[in-house]
């Protein structure tokens, strides 16, 4: 599972249209460098309510998408309705993953199987759970249109396309499904693309992506669903971006000056998805904004995670070795109560005088500012990771999403640069993929 992966990850690596923004956390959890006057904040939360806030990447759990447990309900989940109102997000791109196992049949069946779980959940929350409060969009319009109305937005990402398997039809079930980006693969090489992963030892499988991987871009292209290179190898991304007639996208990358991890972009990719006019959602989580930040305050918070623990009557670990080491029951299990351990050693944190600083909305926004100053504001956007990982202090679930606008308008964003950063820019990617999908339909059908 891939929250468990990456909560693993991140703790081992070292209204109108829009409803009224959380107002207690605003303050506390901001930059203290800029005093926000009630002019700053009355002015932010005026952009934030008239613009359209789109996080491209939320991961879920398809055991909170049933009629007793669900979305409707205020759950320990970083995205819900009543976090998404709380905060002002109005659209989720929710996240159809599979983990990466054997380039076997046995191996691409059970993802197709758990990939079209996922799916059927979302379209649950859409049409059983609660139609009333939120509505699947696959087009920019329809992104406009549901605004409009009040209600929230899901749309559907694809993150690895391991569940494909070697039948290129799929492609076109998951974009039928509302499946509208997709990445080829995530940790671990796939029958499709290698990973970033790769790199650490530099083993690779294709040298990039493999004939199959490259059909698959040519497909994408034909249906109009956007490409997603958050995950695959550079090389890979490299040829995808030889090979696309469209923008493609990273759906949550942060920059590599910055915080140098192979899931983030170095300088010559970014300058690559300028090139192509694409479009990089800097992420917010925190291995990936500040690796050594969260290395220093790991280190410090272990004994203090401990006696939370205990305090809990739960088992602790803090090392990777033992928590790989358990069985995926175990593991779930661990991270059933993990996020628990993690509030009350922050509380505890808060009240200790010099201790290292959490990752926070100024560290995250640092890399809009650095890809912006690079690339330009039409090719930068944003997104969380939430529930796979994701979360970083002022932004630790979606009811702080106004604390992203905040810092923005703090640091001089004009209202027609947010709204960019925020859905714009994405959703002109989108457009401009459905349109090549449109004129390479004609064309094949004269």
């Known amino acids: 599972m891939k929250s468990i992966q990456l909560l693993c990850l991140s703790f081992l690596l070292v209204m109108s249209c829009k409803d009224e923004p959380k107002q207690e956390q605003i303050i506390a959890e901001v930059n203290e ?39 409707t309900q205020d759950l320990k989940s970083q995205v819900t309705l009543p976090k998404m109102k709380a905060g002002g997000l109005d659209v989720a791109w929710f996240i159809v993953y599979t ?14 199987k758990t990939a079209m779980g996922k799916f059927d959940a979302i379209h649950k929350l859409v049409t059983d759970i609660a139609p009333d409060q939120i509505e699947l969009a696959l087009t920019s319009d329809d992104v406009r249109r549901i605004d409009a109305s009040g209600k929230k937005i899901a749309m559907i990402g694809i993150e690895n396309g391991y569940p494909v398997g070697t039948d290129i039809k799929n492609v076109e079930k998951f974009y039928d499904l509302g499946g509208r980006y997709m990445s080829l693969a995530h940790n671990g090489h796939s029958q499709l693309s290698d990973s970033n992963t790769g ?23 034909r249906l109009g669903m956007m490409i997603d290179v958050s995950h695959p190898s550079k090389e890979a991304m490299r040829q995808m971006i030889e090979l696309t007639k469209a923008p493609i996208i990273a759906s949550h990358s942060s920059a590599r000056a910055l915080c140098d991890h192979s899931r983030n972009l170095d300088d010559e990719q970014l300058q690559w998805m300028k090139d192509n006019n694409g479009v990089v959602h800097a992420v917010a989580l925190d291995a990936y ?22 305090s809990l ?13 358990l069985s995926n029951e175990d593991q779930g299990e661990f991270f059933e109560y993990y996020g628990e351990v993690v509030r009350l050693a922050n509380e505890k944190a ?32 944003i997104s969380s990771d939430f529930d796979g990982g994701g979360g970083i202090e002022g932004w630790r679930d979606a009811s702080e999403t106004f604390n992203v606008t905040l810092e923005l308008v703090k640091r001089g964003y004009t209202e027609a640069e947010i709204s960019k950063l925020w859905s714009e820019n994405l959703l002109r990617v989108l457009d401009d993929v459905q349109a090549v999908a449109k004129n390479m339909q004609a064309q094949s059908n004269p």
């Open 313 to 325: 009557g739960v088992k602790w670990y803090t090392s990777r070795d033992e928590v790989m080491a």
């Open 199 to 221: 790199e650490k030892d530099d083993v690779w499988l294709h040298n990039g992506l493999s004939p199959l991987g490259k059909e698959v871009i040519v497909e994408m292209n």
């Open 289 to 310: 904004v500040n690796a050594e930040k969260v290395a220093a305050r790991d280190e410090a918070l272990k004994s203090i995670q401990k006696e939370a623990a205990d």
């Open 350 to 381: 808060k009240t200790i005088e010099g201790f290292p600083p959490a990752v926070n909305v100024a560290d995250f926004v640092d890399h809009i500012d650095y890809m912006v100053d690079k690339i330009g504001i039409n090719h930068v956007g």
């Open 99 to 112: 983990g990466q196992d054997t380039l076997s049949a046995e191996g691409y069946a059970k993802a197709y």
């Open 33 to 71: 460098d800029v005093i926000v006057t009630p002019e700053m904040m009355e002015r932010a939360k005026d952009i934030h309510k008239r613009v359209i806030t789109l996080d491209t990447h939320d991961d879920f759990n398809v055991n909170n998408f049933t009629d007793s447990i669900n979305y």
